[in-house]
């Protein structure tokens, strides 16, 4: 297991396209996170999972965001009707229940830019 | 609401110099206190996790203290290898289960 992989790493999109990010947790964690990170900033929590359910969403979730996790393995984060603000990293996290003591362990992220 | 705040925003030292980072934090009940090293276009990194006032860990030329309000990173003679940003998050006691992070601080070594 090579850690948490997010693909596309970048990607470039026209305002007001849909845009579709993939994250591939490690095997055995059953909680998945989605954070956004614009330059200069920490990472501001978007929405976790519990293996396919999805149980805390943040205020920053618009009506344009929608995020997945089929059968608690990958998830998906689509962003619908693009707007240039929501050009960020996006950083996708897993961790166990109790994983605490360890950290979360965060992917490389995709970068977002809307132009 | 949960709150983070790192200060300096960023510091340049020289190799050698030890200096401190510090996150000072408001938090209705700590679960958690994080510290991430984070390099450019790269998602952040684990370092450590404390749980109550008087916690310490170490780890290479790091060590994380914490107490009631506050926590520091130290870094004891820094090499360039340590520049990074270095984030520091907290994980609230009421059942959340969303990290909440400062804007870190920008630590540049310099050979």
């Known amino acids: 297991d090579t850690g948490v992989s997010q693909n596309p790493r970048h990607k470039i999109t026209k305002r007001g396209q849909n845009v579709t990010f993939r994250c591939d947790p490690i095997?055995?964690?059953?909680?998945l996170y989605w954070y956004r990170q614009t330059l200069g900033q920490g990472p501001e929590f978007l929405t976790y999972?519990?293996?396919?359910?999805?149980?805390?969403k943040s205020r920053l979730l618009s009506d344009r965001f929608s995020a997945e996790r089929p059968k608690g393995s990958f998830s998906t984060l689509e962003i619908q009707r693009t707007e240039q603000g929501d050009s960020a990293m996006y950083l996708c996290?897993?961790?166990?229940?109790?994983?605490?003591?360890?950290?979360?362990?965060f992917g490389s992220g995709t970068r977002l830019t809307v132009v | 609401e949960d709150q983070v705040t790192q200060s300096p925003e960023a510091l340049r030292l020289q190799e050698g110099e030890s200096s401190s980072l510090n996150c000072s934090y408001t938090?209705?009940?700590?679960?958690?206190l994080f510290w991430y090293r984070q390099d450019p276009g790269k998602g952040p990194e684990f370092l450590f996790t404390?749980?109550?006032a008087g916690e310490e860990k170490e780890k290479e030329r790091l060590k994380a203290t914490l107490t009631k309000k506050e926590s520091f990173l130290h870094i004891t003679a820094p090499k360039p290898e340590d520049s990074a940003t270095y984030l520091c998050?907290?994980?609230?006691?009421?059942?959340?289960?969303?990290?909440?992070f400062g804007q870190g601080t920008r630590l540049t070594i310099n050979p």
């Open positions: 996290a897993s961790s166990l229940a109790r994983g605490q003591a360890y950290g979360y362990t």
């Open positions: 998050a907290v994980l609230a006691a009421r059942g959340a289960q969303k990290l909440v």
């Open positions: 938090v209705s009940g700590l679960r958690g």
């Open positions: 999972f519990q293996n396919e359910a999805q149980l805390e």
């Open positions: 095997s055995e964690h059953n909680r």
């Open positions: 404390l749980y109550s």
